[in-house]
Structures are given as structure tokens and as C-alpha cells.
């Protein structure tokens, strides 16, 4: 079973390490080795210090092990371009590579979409590399579909294709 629960200042430590470990591991080779090789852990988790724990109606959830300590996240709010609105967006989905294929992310995503729409929110989209094939069949899986609507952004003056996938959501009780 996975458990989650509201991100925590305590966690950013944590946190930056995840965001570190994973992009590391799953964005070799689609964006550029530079990049990743300049990202910092310690850096990362003092932007998740400044920012934990998240106000409504943001939501960060991190799954955890029996430990307590998180093995993956997700942040979610408000959606940046289509304000305001009912529209939300899932900013960030990360589970640690050692944790990897075990359901966590499933959940996380699950428990997040059921916050966003007891918060009112009628849908969802996210942002994803057009290359990163994994996500994708992991969103298709979960419900989210390939909206049409593409773009492309510029990192290190390397550009990054990336598709949007939109789900509705539920705007029933939490469960
Ligand atoms: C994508 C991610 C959030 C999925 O979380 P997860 O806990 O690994 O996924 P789950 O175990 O809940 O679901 C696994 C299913 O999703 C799909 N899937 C997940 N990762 C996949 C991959 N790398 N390649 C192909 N399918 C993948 C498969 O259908 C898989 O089922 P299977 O293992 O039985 O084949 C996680 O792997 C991750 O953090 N990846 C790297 C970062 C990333 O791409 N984040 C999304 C940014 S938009």
C-alpha cells in the first residue's frame, strides 16, 4: 500500500534530492547533459524550504515509506497561463528511480486529482517532453489524454518539444 501525505518543510531536504536523483536518471539524453549536470540538491531543496508547506489551493503530496520518508511528489494548483479559472495544473510528478514502477506515482496522481476537485477544480492539464515516452504512457494509463496543443520552450539554447495532457476531474467529496 502507499501511503501520502501534505509535503512538510521538514521534507525539502528530501525533496531536493528526489528532484535531483530523478531528473537525472529519466531526462539523460532529452534535455541538455549541461543542465543536469549543473542541478544541486542542496539548491533544490532550499526552493522547496522557502515554499513548504503549500497554501491552498496548491497541493504538494509526497508519498512515503514506512520510514516516513518520501519516495516521490506532487505538486499541483492553480493553472499559470488560463487564469482565473477552474482549470488546474499539475506542475511537478516525481518518484524516486528506486521506487520506480511500484504504483507511487499512480497514487500520487490519484489522491492529488481527488484535492484538486474537492477544491472546485473541473480539470487538469501538465506539460510533458513530447520525447518522454515513459511519462506519457504513464499519464495515458492513468486517464489523461494528448490535448493537441504543443510548445516549445528553450533550455540552455537547446529547444524542448512538449505536449499537453488534460484529464476532467471528479469535483465530488474526498473519499
Ligand atoms: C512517470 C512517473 C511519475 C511514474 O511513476 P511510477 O511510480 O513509476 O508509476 P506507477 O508504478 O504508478 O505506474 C507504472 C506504469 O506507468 C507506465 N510507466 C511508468 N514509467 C514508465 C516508463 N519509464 N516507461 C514506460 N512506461 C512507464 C507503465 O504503464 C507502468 O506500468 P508497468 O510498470 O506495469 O509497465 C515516474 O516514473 C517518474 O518520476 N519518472 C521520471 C520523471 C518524469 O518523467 N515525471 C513526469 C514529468 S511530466
Redesign the pocket.
Known sequence: M?TTRPARREDADALGAIHVT??R???AGLIPQGHLDGLSPERSAARWREHLPCAPPETCLV?VDPQDLPT?F?LAGPHREDQPSRAAE?Y??????Q???????????ARTQELLGAAGFVRAS????TS????R??????GWSVDGRTRVDVLDGSPLHETLMTTELLTSELS
Do not use: D, I, K, M
Open positions: 502507499v530523478t531528473w536518471s529519466a531526462y508519498a516521490g506532487a499539475l511537478s510528478l516525481y518518484v524516486h528511480p521506487h520506480a514502477r511500484a504504483g507511487v506515482g499512480t497514487v500520487l496522481l501538465l506539460w510533458v517532453l518522454n515516452q515513459g511519462a504512457r504513464f499519464y495515458e494509463r492513468c
